[in-house]
């Protein structure tokens, strides 16, 4: 069962949606290892009660384990928000490039997933982040909207290995949503809210409700497999 005082563990938990989510969780009273492989995140939550900082690269098995053998209880949820997306395109990608975004993207959430899943207690929760670029996908994405893709493909077939256990997998598929990480790579968001039908961009906290909606909320509990877009009408299924 999910509920307050029990153990969520989010990737990718520095910045970002994942950062926010962190914040959710707390907020509703849930303890949290806060895992990332930017060491800031051990100052980020310094003073944060509840959340233990964890410092892994989300790749590596042996580290991920090692961080993960430092939380006091079972996991009753996972939100998988680590990822990576520098632009990319059919013309200019390298090989490097491509393995080392689906490994993070990918790779990471099988390898987390898996660790996380042996000991999550039953009827659990993970929630994957997937991106509407898997269904629009953008020029300069190549890569990246292909491995949102594999999540959204991944997601059911977890939900099925998982389901007699009642653990739930789910995927969120967030639009344009206002991050550091987004304006860093120069992506021009007011531009991008003017073709938005609700005449705005998201934030990182509506996208970690949602999270925390199908984690525990009334309503979300007969929902696995699926993958929530959330993009203010930019995408409409």
Known sequence: MTGIN???????????????????FVTQGW??????QDE???????????????VADVTDPVAL??????????????????????????ATF????????????VLGTLLLSQLVSRRMTDGGVIVNLSSINAFVPRADQLIYAATKAAIVSLTR?????????????NAVAPGPIETKGVRDLGARLEEAAQQVPLGRVGS????????????????????????????????MR
């Open 6 to 24: 029990s153990l969520a563990i989010v990737s990718g938990a520095a910045k970002g949606i994942g950062h926010a989510c962190v914040k959710a």
């Open 31 to 36: 303890q949290v290892g806060a895992l990332d």
């Open 40 to 54: 800031t995140v051990r100052t980020t939550f310094a003073s944060e009660k509840g959340v233990t900082p964890l």
């Open 65 to 90: 384990q090692t961080e993960l053998d430092r939380l006091p209880s079972s996991a009753a949820a996972l939100v998988n928000a680590a990822g990576i997306f520098p632009p990319t395109s059919l």
């Open 94 to 105: 390298e090989i490097e490039q491509y393995r080392r975004i689906f490994d993070v993207n």
């Open 157 to 169: 077939s977890m939900a099925s290995d998982l389901a007699p256990r009642r653990i739930r997998v």
């Open 204 to 235: 990182a906290f509506e996208v970690a409700d949602l999270v925390l909606w199908l984690v525990h909320g009334r309503g979300a509990q007969f929902i696995t497999g699926e993958t929530v877009v959330c993009s203010g009408g930019l995408l």
